[in-house]
């Protein structure tokens, strides 16, 4: 069993930044894949980046090179830096976690556990 708690949401400008958080329980965190989705009013649930114990990453298109995924195993802790903040990342973002793959997981349905959300709103 894994517990996510998530953190760093908050309201910023166009063009801001923020870094969220990801809090792991448990002592086999670099057994996981952990990965960051986002989902806004009336659309689904969308794949933002995933990394593994390995720091191999993969990054949606729309995020890559704005958005930054890294994990701090000592910490057990998985973060998302956020730089060049637009609109429509207005979101709730979420925490996700996977027993290893060969892949990293791109769809909701791939991951075992989610954390609780966190808003991440960007005014224009």
């Known amino acids: 069993q894994v517990q996510l708690v998530e953190s760093g949401g908050g309201l910023v400008q166009a063009g801001g930044s923020l870094r969220l958080s990801c809090a792991a329980s448990?002592?086999?965190?670099?057994?996981?894949?952990m990965g960051w989705f986002r989902q806004a009013p009336g659309k689904e649930r969308e794949f933002v980046a995933a990394?593994?114990?390995?720091?191999?990453?993969k990054h949606a298109d729309s995020v890559k090179g704005r958005f930054t995924i890294s994990r701090d195993s000592a910490k057990n802790t998985v973060y998302l830096q956020m730089n060049s903040l637009k609109p429509e990342d207005t979101a709730v973002y979420y925490c996700?976690?996977?027993?290893?793959?060969?892949?990293?997981?791109?769809?909701?349905?791939?991951?075992?556990?989610w954390g609780q959300g966190t808003q991440v709103t960007v005014s224009s």
């Open positions: 996700a976690a996977r027993l290893s793959t060969v892949v990293l997981p791109v769809t909701p349905q791939m991951y075992s556990y």
């Open positions: 448990g002592r086999t965190f670099s057994s996981y894949i």
């Open positions: 990394i593994r114990a390995s720091d191999s990453t």
